[in-house]
């Protein structure tokens, strides 16, 4: 590890990444020097990507994989595109951390060449750009995970991930790593080393943590499919924040193993990894892809489920669905106004679409929050502020739990607790599965999915999590176990969300959320919920996304 000061470190980090990408690729000074708050648009107005190139990055995995596939577009073009894409997404919100952008069209290039000699394609994936989470090793390049001793520390050597090996096999090609905050455990992107990452779709907003980078480079068009990984969220709120996708799948779906994490060997709440898209056609295609029989993850990771990816899951197709909705609160925490007036549009619709919905109490999330985060300082504290101390890192306002929990030690942390802690995340497991099956009645099965807010903010503004960083909404699944998917609804809109005039705090944290909101500042804000399914059921929840997805008719900006 490096033991120099953070300062230092993060300079020639930074120096590093910056080198890697070409200049050919910036946008002008000029052109900088004029952006709008919604920066999405850049690749389309800026005159700085060709007709060919914009409608790549346009265009979704699936478009690209068929068109590479009937030679329409080599690899090498969609590679070089994407690239050029990566390289202003992270000049307009500072997204990557590792350029791969050599190796990446080294890479297109020999698939071409594949494919023009033998007139196969190597994988189902074959010529597509993937971007990864920087926690995933990819040999040499660092893994830092948002750490200053990790960020100059070659991986050389190191085998690399399960899942990046069976991406790599298939055909993709990765050409960006991307942003996290420190340990991968804030709800906003931001670290000592590499900085603050900020959403493309208001600049003056957070893209969400952990996954922050991924999220605001796929937004710019910078990667038309990523990887993210959960353990409280962070697939899904930087899905929701900006606007996409984000399945966090039950935990042995997807190989896990070889990846870096934040606190390591600490397995009371299960990290997943999952797809995030803007499209939805995406999500499916990665998951019926990686977890195909012809792949078998499950020869390659021993925590991985022998359960191929199963196909039309809903039976009798077609048939309507009962669905529990959680309100505007989950009794800890209130929903600003846009996110409220999302809940009513889904329940709306869905009902007018012929769907059952029923309120959904939240009995028992504010348990298992408390749960979940005592967990998470617990077990990690000492693993992860010993990493800061040593190269004199400051520690992130909300990140002081973990401090706390440093100075405490971990002398209390014996078997007795780590028993107790375990009983009890079970007994809430337990708790909420027989609540979910007692929801049949009168001959009905039980509730098919439960759609809720993936967050208080449609997307905070930069910086407002430090104080008042709040995971409850996303957090639930985690200690549960249990698969969600993240949807867009629609936009913030001063005229249609005002702020509340007779509101009632439920908290002294739920008062602070309510006060940050302001319709002005957050017009235009991206909003998404989620629906979560019972464990296992990945597929179903993508069935049920795509069921919402067509009553809600949502439409990206262009």
Same mark, same amino acid.
């Given at each position: =590890?490096?033991?120099?000061?953070?300062?230092?470190?993060?300079?020639?980090?930074?120096?590093?990444?910056?080198?890697?990408?070409?200049?050919?690729?910036?946008?002008?000074?000029?052109?900088?020097?004029?952006?709008?708050?919604?920066?999405?648009?850049?690749?389309? &107005?800026?005159?700085?990507?060709?007709?060919?190139?914009?409608?790549?990055?346009?265009?979704?995995?699936?478009?690209?994989?068929?068109?590479?596939?009937?030679?329409?577009?080599?690899?090498? !073009?969609?590679? !070089?595109?994407?690239?050029?894409?990566?390289?202003?997404?992270?000049?307009?919100?500072?997204?990557?951390?590792?350029?791969?952008?050599?190796?990446?069209?080294?890479?297109?290039?020999?698939?071409?060449?594949?494919?023009?000699?033998?007139?196969?394609?190597?994988?189902?994936?074959?010529?597509?750009?993937? +971007?990864?989470?920087?926690?995933?090793?990819?040999?040499?390049?660092?893994?830092?995970?948002?750490?200053?001793?990790?960020?100059?520390?070659?991986?050389?050597?190191?085998?690399?991930?399960?899942?990046?090996?069976?991406?790599?096999?298939?055909?993709?090609?990765?050409?960006?790593?991307?942003?996290?905050?420190?340990?991968?455990?804030?709800?906003?992107?931001?670290?000592?080393? *590499?900085?603050?990452?900020?959403?493309?779709?208001? &600049?003056?907003?957070?893209?969400?943590?952990?996954?922050?980078? !991924?999220?605001?480079?796929?937004?710019?068009?910078?990667?038309?499919?990523?990887?993210?990984?959960?353990?409280?969220?962070?697939?899904?709120?930087?899905?929701?924040?900006?606007?996409?996708?984000?399945?966090?799948?039950?935990?042995?779906?997807?190989?896990? *193993?070889?990846?870096?994490?934040?606190?390591?060997?600490?397995?009371?709440?299960?990290?997943?990894?999952?797809?995030?898209?803007?499209?939805?056609?995406?999500?499916?295609?990665?998951?019926?892809?990686?977890?195909?029989?012809?792949?078998?993850?499950?020869?390659?990771?021993?925590?991985?489920?022998?359960?191929?990816?199963?196909?039309?899951?809903?039976?009798?197709?077609?048939?309507?669905?009962?669905?529990?909705?959680?309100?505007?609160?989950?009794?800890?925490?209130?929903?600003?106004?846009?996110?409220?007036?999302?809940?009513?549009?889904?329940?709306?619709?869905?009902?007018?679409?012929?769907?059952?919905?029923?309120?959904?109490?939240?009995?028992?999330?504010?348990?298992?929050?408390?749960?979940?985060?005592?967990?998470?300082?617990?077990?990690?504290?000492?693993?992860?502020?010993?990493?800061?101390?040593?190269?004199?890192?400051?520690?992130?306002?909300?990140?002081?739990?973990?401090?706390?929990?440093?100075?405490?030690?971990?002398?209390?942390?014996?078997?007795?607790?780590?028993? =107790? =802690?375990?009983?009890?995340?079970?007994?809430?497991?337990?708790?909420?599965?027989?609540? *979910?099956?007692?929801?049949?009645?009168?001959?009905?099965?039980?509730?098919?999915?439960?759609? =809720?807010?993936?967050?208080?903010?449609?997307?905070?503004?930069?910086?407002?999590?430090?104080?008042?960083?709040?995971?409850?909404?996303?957090?639930?699944?985690?200690?549960?176990?249990?698969?969600?998917?993240?949807?867009?609804?629609?936009?913030?809109?001063?005229?249609?969300?005002?702020?509340?005039?007779?509101?009632?705090?439920? +908290?002294?944290?739920?008062?602070?959320?309510?006060?940050?909101?302001?319709?002005?500042?957050?017009?235009?804000?991206?909003?998404?919920?989620?629906? @979560?399914?019972?464990?296992?059921?990945?597929?179903?929840?993508?069935? @049920?996304?795509?069921?919402?997805?067509?009553?809600?008719?949502?439409?990206?900006?262009?």
């Amino acid at each position: =590890m490096d033991s120099k000061n953070y300062k230092e470190i993060g300079a020639i980090a930074r120096n590093r990444r910056d080198k890697s990408i070409p200049s050919s690729y910036l946008l002008s000074e000029e052109e900088l020097s004029k952006l709008p708050q919604d920066v999405t648009s850049i690749p389309r &107005t800026s005159k700085h990507f060709s007709h060919d190139e914009t409608e790549i990055i346009e265009s979704q995995s699936e478009d690209l994989l068929l068109k590479i596939r009937e030679k329409i577009w080599t690899s090498l !073009e969609v590679t !070089e595109a994407f690239c050029k894409a990566a390289a202003v997404a992270q000049q307009l919100t500072n997204c990557l951390t590792e350029i791969l952008f050599d190796e990446a069209i080294a890479r297109a290039k020999s698939l071409d060449e594949h494919l023009e000699r033998t007139g196969s394609v190597v994988g189902a994936l074959h010529g597509l750009p993937i +971007s990864l989470k920087d926690c995933f090793i990819t040999p040499p390049h660092p893994a830092s995970i948002g750490i200053a001793c990790y960020a100059n520390l070659s991986t050389e050597g190191q085998p690399e991930s399960v899942l990046v090996k069976i991406l790599r096999d298939l055909g993709a090609v990765f050409h960006v790593k991307t942003n996290v905050p420190v340990a991968m455990m804030m709800m906003e992107t931001i670290n000592n080393v *590499w900085g603050e990452t900020r959403n493309p779709i208001h &600049t003056g907003l957070s893209p969400g943590g952990s996954s922050g980078g !991924e999220g605001a480079l796929i937004a710019m068009r910078g990667s038309s499919l990523g990887v993210g990984t959960d353990i409280g969220g962070s697939v899904r709120i930087p899905s929701a924040w900006c606007q996409l996708y984000g399945l966090k799948p039950s935990f042995g779906r997807f190989p896990s *193993w070889g990846g870096k994490s934040g606190i390591p060997g600490q397995e009371f709440v299960l990290a997943v990894n999952g797809p995030m898209s803007r499209s939805l056609d995406s999500v499916k295609l990665y998951c019926e892809t990686v977890l195909s029989s012809n792949v078998s993850p499950w020869t390659w990771d021993a925590k991985c489920l022998p359960i191929p990816w199963r196909h039309d899951v809903i039976q009798p197709k077609g048939r309507k669905l009962r669905f529990g909705v959680i309100g505007a609160d989950d009794g800890i925490v209130t929903c600003h106004p846009p996110v409220e007036r999302a809940i009513d549009t889904v329940t709306r619709k869905l009902q007018d679409a012929g769907h059952e919905v029923i309120s959904w109490a939240p009995i028992d999330h504010k348990e298992i929050v408390i749960n979940l985060l005592a967990g998470f300082h617990e077990l990690g504290g000492g693993a992860i502020v010993s990493l800061l101390k040593a190269t004199d890192e400051p520690i992130f306002e909300s990140m002081k739990g973990y401090e706390a929990a440093a100075k405490l030690g971990e002398g209390a942390l014996g078997p007795t607790r780590l028993r =107790m =802690m375990a009983l009890k995340r079970n007994q809430l497991q337990k708790a909420y599965l027989d609540r *979910w099956q007692a929801t049949a009645a009168d001959g009905k099965a039980p509730l098919d999915g439960i759609i =809720m807010a993936v967050a208080p903010w449609s997307a905070a503004r930069l910086g407002t999590t430090q104080k008042t960083s709040y995971v409850g909404y996303t957090g639930v699944a985690n200690l549960l176990d249990l698969p969600a998917c993240t949807f867009p609804v629609t936009f913030a809109d001063r005229k249609l969300d005002p702020k509340r005039t007779d509101f009632n705090p439920l +908290s002294e944290l739920d008062g602070q959320i309510q006060e940050d909101y302001d319709p002005d500042f957050y017009h235009g804000a991206p909003v998404a919920l989620q629906l @979560m399914g019972q464990r296992l059921e990945d597929e179903k929840v993508l069935e @049920m996304v795509e069921v919402v997805a067509e009553v809600l008719q949502f439409s990206q900006r262009r």
